[in-house]
Antibody
Framework: QVNLLQSGAALVKPGASVKLSCKASGYPFSDYYIHWVKQSHGKSLEWIGSIFPNSAYTKYNENFKNKATLTVDKSTNTAYMDLSRMTSEDSATYYC????????????????WGQGVMVTVSP | DVQMTQSPSYLAASPGESVSISCKASKSISNNLAWYQEKPGKTNKLLIHSGSTLQSGTPSRFSGGGSGTDFTLTIRSLEFEDFAVYYCQQYNEYPPTFGAGTKLELK
């Protein structure tokens, strides 16, 4: 069965960076876009960007272009998101999810989600 | 960006009742709308996509309707497991955007 397993919670100092991981299993990793979504405490969901593991092609929300960098390691079926220059505004839960369409770069719904990772920015 | 306005924010109901949640898009999104369920300790669950297509595993008491700008999620004969937070999401254009969520609480 499809599973997206995310790394554990992170405590980050202001100005530092953090790298989050999302290990996929149960399906051909290279063939489905992985998307990342932010959920600030008690708030709704905000799309950060996506990556196609087959080619490492990325697409970003303009609001996160200078904040997030998406990469993949096909040898381990893992997607990564680097968040840079962290501030209190970046404290949130971050989710990875799989596009519900095979091989599609169009906007899509998300048929499987990771469990989310809470990132806290604090001195 | 397409703004998704979801209402109500909170909804109190009892098992056996039926409820509806509204989601309105700031421009036409055809039928490119999905509904998700969020529960503590569980991964987000896709319930419905394409406005009205039930995802595999979604109970038939859930239904979705609408197209263009107005959409509705209806849950008939509520069961205890349905008390959760529900989000709509448009995927008609980038960036995908979500509604603010509806918390369905036990009355």
């Amino acid at each position: 069965q499809v599973n997206l397993l995310q790394s554990g919670a992170a405590l980050v100092k202001p100005g530092a960076s953090v790298k989050l991981s999302c290990k996929a299993s149960g399906y051909p990793f290279s063939d489905y876009y992985i998307h990342w979504v932010k959920q600030s405490h008690g708030k709704s969901l905000e799309w950060i960007g996506s990556i196609f593991p087959n080619s490492a092609y990325t697409k970003y929300n303009e609001n996160f272009k200078n904040k997030a960098t998406l990469t993949v390691d096909k040898s381990t079926n893992t997607a990564y998101m680097d968040l840079s220059r962290m501030t209190s505004e970046d404290s949130a839960t971050y989710y990875c999810s799989r596009c519900g369409y095979y091989y599609s770069g169009f906007p899509c719904y998300f048929d499987f989600w990771g469990q989310g990772v809470m990132v806290t920015v604090s001195p | 960006d397409v703004q998704m306005t979801q209402s109500p924010s909170y909804l109190a109901a009892s098992p056996g009742e039926s409820v509806s949640i509204s989601c309105k898009a700031s421009k036409s999104i055809s039928n490119n709308l999905a509904w998700y369920q969020e529960k503590p300790g569980k991964t987000n669950k896709l319930l419905i996509h394409s406005g009205s297509t039930l995802q595999s595993g979604t109970p038939s008491r859930f239904s979705g309707g609408g197209s263009g700008t107005d959409f509705t999620l209806t849950i008939r004969s509520l069961e205890f497991e349905d008390f959760a937070v529900y989000y709509c999401q448009q995927y008609n254009e980038y960036p995908p955007t979500f509604g603010a969520g509806t918390k369905l609480e036990l009355k």
